[in-house]
């Protein structure tokens, strides 16, 4: 009998190293990269603002769409002093992608709030893999700016994939909130 059941014990030990080899296969499906700059010594109670945020991608609005994303994350972190840019200093429409410029007179109008700092950034993927499974796919850069200098004093990059039956706005929130984790522990 013994023999009988070392073979079945190497037998089950061979099945589940195969399943946890699988399992682990399919966690890394979905998963995330990103490069982040070391946080500066910053405060949620600073006077922040949310810039545009371009959108580099075929899919309208998704900057817009991550802006808002962004904040509600940001509020929701105890930024308790964050403002967001009049809509009029935003050109992107259905049809047209928002510029630099965009970004240079939300700053001006940031200066004029007496913000400390500003955040902004790019879409750069937004939208669903062609293919059988149709994954959900992010990508986003951001950067905190010092509205005083202008200078870039924090940067992150990111990119994301979900399961094919996530939304591109999860993924999307999932990723930002990993993005942002660093800023306001200062």
């Known amino acids: 009998m013994t023999p009988l059941i070392n073979k079945m014990k190497a ?4 099945w589940l190293a195969m ?17 982040s700059a070391r946080a500066p010594a910053t405060s949620a109670s600073d006077a922040w603002v949310v810039l545009p945020i371009a959108n580099y991608t075929e899919t309208p609005q998704a900057g817009l769409r991550a802006e808002t994303i962004a904040a509600s994350i940001l509020k929701a972190r105890g930024f308790s ?13 259905l049809f047209e992608p928002a510029e630099r410029e965009a970004v240079a007179r939300a700053l001006d109008w940031a200066r004029g709030e007496k913000a400390r700092y500003a955040l902004t950034g790019a879409v750069d993927e937004w939208r669903y893999k062609v293919g059988v499974d149709g994954e959900p796919a992010v990508g986003i850069t951001l950067q905190v700016i010092d509205v005083q200098t202008g200078n870039v004093i924090w ?32």
């Open 155 to 186: 940067s992150a990059a990111g990119s994301r994939t979900g399961w094919s039956r996530d939304a591109v706005s999860a993924v999307a929130q999932k990723l930002l909130r990993e993005l942002l984790s660093p800023l306001g522990r200062g």
């Open 19 to 35: 399943a946890a080899g699988v399992g682990a296969a399919l966690v890394l499906s979905a998963c995330a990269v990103v490069d």
């Open 81 to 93: 002093n964050l403002k967001q840019y009049p809509a009029n200093l935003n050109s992107e429409s």
């Open 11 to 14: 037998g089950r030990r061979r």
